[in-house]
């Protein structure tokens, strides 16, 4: 049936109707798509262009290149070699997972290093290069770039990593880098992003710590871009960063390696001055060990064996090990007492071996005594009463003065790990440090280098050149940074009578050179180089008086442990001193017979620039000197350059 008009026109009516509401709204919202998309394209355009570019272009930082160490003469010490590793990024990697056993078909992969690769991956931004294998071979490294498409958010790079070319003849003054650790972060104040690359290397100990922020360099930044599966596809931009700077340091590389050498198989450290400017030649501490090990991070199982070798290989015994210096500083106690007037130089004490001091008797090493000594004669034979006698008179404050003066009890602003202070002792630190006041058997002790009184190898080297040269002698390790030299330790006067000064260098000559001397069978015969030195024997254990009554027990008959520290320092030549030595040998018993030969050696080594020749020597002494060049030139053989310097 058909409709009536007038509904007909209704029904159109309503259609109109909706069909303009339902065109207003597309096109109202067509308008605001409109309005939005111009605002996107025009007014943010460039914030777009920038997101764009952010999923597409990443920054890298660039490490910089360390800074190098040599030696006096530009012999390297510490260098940077190629190394090459395997990186992945966890962002542009995906699963993580399916990536490292598709990469651990084509390299071996090293267990632990992956558990901590793992760890990294685990903990660090998703953007970081983790490293997954270090120290892989070119063809190992060839392999993964050939199947690059395989191995997302994988990149085989190519780095530097430190190398040691003496191995552990610097180990305790260089010392050694190592990668970024936790504590290291948490000892920095805020760290730089730098450090939180995984394996970047900073100093740990010795020199390369000490000058961390000269050596490091600072980092530059690179722009790659990189495609969909987050592979590098070409370097859009980059800026270098600065390269850590050069060191150039005081020591003679043949000369430490033959300290080293000449140490062997002994626990003890030997330093080497230069008498005009304080520069250290040489500072061996031994045993030692290889500083490389600890580049990437040392084995248990080695680092066990260095902490449980009874020699203690680790600590740096040049600096870090302070010993009572024995009768080494009887030259401080003659100068203390001859500067208060408290004695004369042609002034004799009678020693008949021992003396009694407030109830207790105090002995000399000679059990029958010396008889009449002056200042001369007793330190050539090393005579203990006449020091007790300058104690009695002086007191321990000029006693701990003059130390001081000398260099002992004294902390070196030396870029080295621990330098210690060691200790010139006075009243108020005992009452300050043990809670007891100070007894006259205390001085007594102290005058001969024993009691609280202790010194290091390097302050006994400086007390050394300060006798020689009557100036206060500084040490210096680094000569020049980048080819600036640094500024030198020539010292000024020390203010003392030289009168004074000329019987005690007088003295130690005769210790050297009269037959009747301490270290006479260990004399320079060579007019040109002949040697002042002091001997010195420490103990380590009490005697008791039915020991002494008995017979005091030869230090060869003792526990290595409870045998005395042996001592000798001495410099040359003796009428214009070059060098000043110090040597220590722990537990070797006497200072003639352990220590001073170790140090005529190095003595001679380093006054002829090489290997002395044997008529330097005593004639006595020729046949073993000979053996044992022979052998140091069969087990350490020179540089080609070197070598080719000596012949």
């Known amino acids: 049936m058909r409709r009536p008009g007038r509904e007909n026109t209704e029904s159109q009516r309503r259609i109109t109707r909706r069909g303009l509401i339902l065109g207003g709204l597309q096109t109202g919202v067509l308008g605001v798509l409109a309005l939005r998309m111009r605002f996107m394209q025009v007014e943010q355009a460039d914030q777009f262009r920038l997101l764009a570019d952010e999923n597409r272009i990443n920054i890298q930082l660039i490490p910089p290149t360390r800074g190098r160490i040599f030696d006096r003469n530009g012999a390297i010490i510490a260098d940077n070699v190629p190394s090459y590793r395997i990186t992945i990024v966890r962002e542009q990697a995906g699963d993580v997972d399916s990536v490292i056993t598709r990469l651990a078909q084509l390299i071996e992969l090293d267990p632990d290093e992956l558990e901590r690769a793992r760890r990294d991956l685990r903990e660090l931004r998703g953007d970081t290069p983790v490293t997954v294998a270090d120290r892989v071979s070119w063809s190992a490294l060839s392999r993964v770039a050939v199947n690059a498409p395989a191995l997302p958010g994988v990149l085989p790079e190519v780095g530097l990593s430190r190398r040691y070319p003496a191995k552990g003849d610097y180990a305790h003054v260089i010392g050694y880098v190592g990668p970024v650790s936790e504590r290291d972060l948490e000892n920095t104040d805020a760290p730089e992003q730098l450090l939180r690359l995984p394996r970047f290397q900073i100093g740990k100990i010795g020199l390369e710590a000490q000058r961390e922020n000269l050596l490091r360099g600072s980092a530059g930044t690179r722009q790659v871009e990189v495609n969909a599966a987050g592979r590098v596809m070409r370097e859009l931009d980059r800026q270098e960063g600065q390269p850590g700077a050069d060191l150039q340091t005081t020591l003679d590389n043949s000369l430490q390696g033959y300290c080293s050498a000449r140490l062997d198989g002994e626990s003890a450290a030997v330093v080497v001055l230069d008498c005009d400017n304080g520069d250290i030649l040489a500072c061996a501490s031994s045993p030692s060990y290889d500083a490389n090990l600890f580049v990437r991070g040392i084995s248990s199982t080695d680092y066990r064996a260095l902490l449980e070798n009874p020699y203690r290989p680790l600590p740096n015994k040049a600096v870090q090990g302070i010993y009572p210096p024995g009768s080494t500083f009887k030259m401080v106690t003659a100068l203390a007492a001859l500067e208060d007037g408290k004695i004369g130089l042609d002034e004799t ?253 190095i003595t001679l080594q380093a006054l002829y620039n090489g290997d002395p020749p044997l008529e330097a020597y005593p004639t006595a002494d020729r046949p073993a000197v000979k053996a044992r060049q022979e052998q140091f030139r069969r087990t350490r053989p020179l540089p080609d350059a070197e070598a080719k310097d000596r012949a």
């Open 349 to 601: 004490v009678y020693c008949p071996g021992h003396l009694t001091v407030s109830g207790r008797r105090f002995h000399c090493w000679k059990r029958g005594g010396h008889g009449n000594m002056d200042l001369h004669r007793s330190l050539r034979e090393s005579c203990d009463i006449y020091y007790y006698e300058l104690a009695l008179r002086t007191g321990i404050e000029r006693i701990s003065a003059m130390a001081e003066r000398l260099g002992l009890g004294v902390q070196f602003d030396l870029p080295m790990t621990s330098v210690a202070k060691g200790l010139a002792p006075t009243k108020e630190w005992k009452l300050s440090n043990r809670g007891e006041p100070w007894v006259v058997g205390d001085s007594v002790n102290a005058a001969i280098g024993q009691g609280f009184v202790l010194a290091s190898p390097l302050q006994l080297a400086v007390m050394t050149a300060r006798l020689a040269t009557s100036r206060s002698v500084t040490p210096r390790l680094i000569k020049s940074v980048d080819g600036v030299e640094q500024p030198t330790g020539h010292g000024e006067d020390l203010g003392l009578n030289e009168n004074m000064l000329r019987e005690i260098r007088n003295a130690m000559f005769a210790v050297s050179n009269s037959n009747r001397g301490t270290a006479y069978n260990s004399r320079i015969v060579e007019d040109a180089f002949r040697m002042a030195g002091k001997t010195g024997t420490s103990q380590v254990r009490n005697i008791t008086a039915t020991e002494r009554a008995g017979g005091v027990i030869s230090n060869k008959n003792l526990p290595r442990e409870q045998r005395d520290h042996a001592l000798f320092v001495n410099f040359a030549p003796f009428d214009t001193p070059r060098i000043a030595v110090a040597v220590v040998v722990e537990h070797g018993g006497g200072g003639s017979t352990a220590a001073a030969p170790i140090a005529r050696d």
